[in-house]
């Protein structure tokens, strides 16, 4: 079968992702595809993927966990399009919100969103949706992205979500986000939109690594004490008795024990369903009265109404901070309905390991399952990976004087490193025990807590703007600066990890910890250092993207030298209590 390949030749070992997702399709299984960076993972996915639907008439729907993990998608399908001549109607679709040109919908944020577009439309007061519906049509183009369906609406005074949706099923290929099939509500609207059944889609998951915590965060919830008083004032001028009730949840949650996990029955006094949905609708009431883009009452009547749903595979706990908290613990409750049903699926990344976990994770059959790593393509002469054993983030070590010795050994690293580095840290706790005893000459971008993307993409522009003359930023494992961040060329030589991001051994870790061993045996593995090592391995991932970028990477910590740890490193890291000689060499050469 011929494959749709932009470039003239495949890449080192694309060739061979390439055969293996053909195959894995053609048999109708699950690729579970392990591959770093360079070896062209999307272009070899839509390669093989493109022929097959267009022969056996299938659905092609692509999903990455950012809209802005599209982008290379459609820059693949572009090149294809521009080569070929031909493509299969190819549509990009985001989350509606995302796609609003309504000047009061577009302004509001989270949730409400959607019951302020519901209630225009209801009312006949959103002139683009009226639009559309009246005389509904879309361009013709063989790729629509989200830019194209923007232009397209306010061009015509049409909603850009509907103009995308209503081409759904006349486009065989898909450019979508993880919710819009893993999250419930939105599922079946989505699948209606397109049209055919499961069994005809072709799943392919970019980022995979991402998509158990991304499930996980789909079918969790959350209320603070602070929103149900915030219902409380708006109840009280729409609905007395309300109030009362909204009183009563309050005291309740204030006597609730913290940091303890909790039967569902905690809430027992409210589950009603007459309550849930009275809630709900006095919060579009208020909606009304006020002109208002939130609803607390809105929040708390979908909170209740979620929270006695699931007992397998969910934890619920009140934070130290008065927040109740119901979490999922499982993605496979969600995740096999998914593919059990689909024709085939493609899971890729460059930090799906061991692919083992995923497939337990995910709940994939194992009889349907094939894995496959596949190695670098990059030189590893490129690359010097050391590890410095005489330094720990451990619990029991974090005091003072070794947050001193931390600073001293990132200055001195940073400064014998001729430009820009980055640094991981496993909290902004520790970046901020640290940052005092870093003293380098170099100017310093400090990454901070609940910054907006606004204020991350200025930090990010203005530390690259430095590569020639060298600089150093600091950031979190796991955060936004750590993955899915290109730092080509110069813009990043080096990377620092500080400690291992393990996460807090809180209420939380432990109930998965102890969930994960009993249903597979593997808790402090599957809960604890697995997902902390894969936070590791991207971010040492940010540093070589090319054939032509060269870096070292540093990991101080020594439980790096452990075993549980140190197989995730590659073969060739060097452990040493001297890193700078060893980096004076390596930029020498």
């Known amino acids: 079968m011929e494959v749709f390949l932009r470039f003239s030749s495949p890449r080192p070992y694309q060739d061979k992702l390439i055969g293996d997702i053909l195959q894995t399709i053609s048999e109708g299984k699950h690729l579970l595809a392990n591959a770093p960076t360079g070896i062209g993972k999307t272009d070899a996915a839509f390669a093989a993927t493109i022929p097959y639907i267009i022969e056996h008439k299938k659905v092609l729907l692509f999903l990455s966990p950012k809209i802005s993990q599209h982008d290379m998608a459609l820059k693949v399908l572009k090149g294809i399009y521009k080569k070929y001549g031909v493509l299969p109607h190819t549509t990009e679709v985001i989350g ?22 519901k209630k225009l439309k209801e009312r006949e007061e959103c002139p683009f949706y009226k639009n559309f519906i009246l005389n509904p049509r879309y361009p013709e183009a063989a790729i629509l992205d989200r830019n194209a369906s923007l232009k397209f609406g306010r061009t015509e005074e049409l909603c850009p979500h509907e103009v995308a949706f209503n081409r759904l099923k006349r486009s065989p290929i898909i450019i979508a986000d993880y919710y819009h099939l893993f999250s419930p509500r939105v599922r079946d609207i989505f699948l209606k939109k397109i049209g055919r059944e499961m069994k005809d889609v072709i799943l392919i998951i970019d980022e995979a690594h991402n998509l158990p915590d991304r499930i ?201 490193i001729p430009g820009n580095v980055a640094t991981f840290f496993p909290s902004y706790d520790v970046l901020k025990s640290v940052l005092p005893f870093i003293h380098t000459n170099k100017p310093i971008f400090v990454q901070e807590e609940g910054m907006k993307p606004s204020q991350l993409e200025e930090l990010l522009a203005s530390f690259k703007s430095m590569k020639d003359r060298g600089a150093l930023l600091l950031g979190v494992a796991g955060g936004s600066l750590s993955e899915g961040v290109d730092y080509p060329g110069k813009e990043l030589v080096g990377v620092i990890l500080v400690g291992v991001p393990l996460s807090e051994m809180n209420v939380e870790t432990a109930a998965l910890i102890e969930y994960y061993e009993k249903k597979m045996g593997r808790g402090w593995t599957y809960g604890y250092i697995y997902p902390a090592m894969v936070k590791v391995l991207q971010s040492m991932g940010r540093l070589i993207r090319s054939e032509d970028d060269r870096g070292v990477i540093i990991l101080m910590d020594e439980r790096y030298t452990w075993e549980n740890y140190k197989r995730f490193l590659p073969r060739d890291a060097i452990t040493t209590t001297d890193p700078t000689k060893y980096i004076t060499h390596f930029f020498r050469k």
């Open 96 to 117: 509606k919100r995302y796609l609003c040109i309504h000047p009061l919908a577009s302004r509001v944020e989270g949730e409400d969103f959607y019951e302020v577009c």
């Open 216 to 416: 996980r965060s789909v079918l969790s919830a959350s209320l603070s004490i602070r929103t149900v008083e915030r219902a409380i004032k708006e109840a009280s001028r729409v609905d007395k008795e309300l109030e009362e009730t909204l009183h009563s949840l309050r005291n309740t949650m204030e006597d609730v024990e913290r940091e303890k996990l909790l039967p569902s029955d905690i809430l027992g006094d409210f589950q009603d369903e007459d309550l849930w949905e009275s809630l709900i609708e006095r919060g579009k009431e208020f909606l009304d009265i006020t002109n208002r883009s939130r609803s607390a009452m809105l929040t708390v009547g979908r909170f209740l109404k979620g929270w006695f749903e699931g007992e397998e595979g969910y934890v619920r706990y009140m934070t130290e901070d008065g927040k109740l908290i119901k979490r999922n613990l499982d993605p496979a409750v969600e995740a096999k309905l998914i593919f059990e049903e689909v024709h085939a699926s493609i899971l890729m990344s460059g930090t799906l390991t061991p692919p083992e976990m995923y497939r337990d994770l995910l709940g994939l059959e194992e009889e349907r399952t094939v894995i496959r790593e596949y190695p670098s393509p990059f030189p590893r002469e490129n690359r010097l990976v050391l590890v410095v054993p005489t330094l720990t983030t451990r619990y029991s070590k974090r005091k003072e004087e070794e947050f001193r010795r931390y600073g001293e050994m990132i200055t001195e690293v940073v400064d014998a």
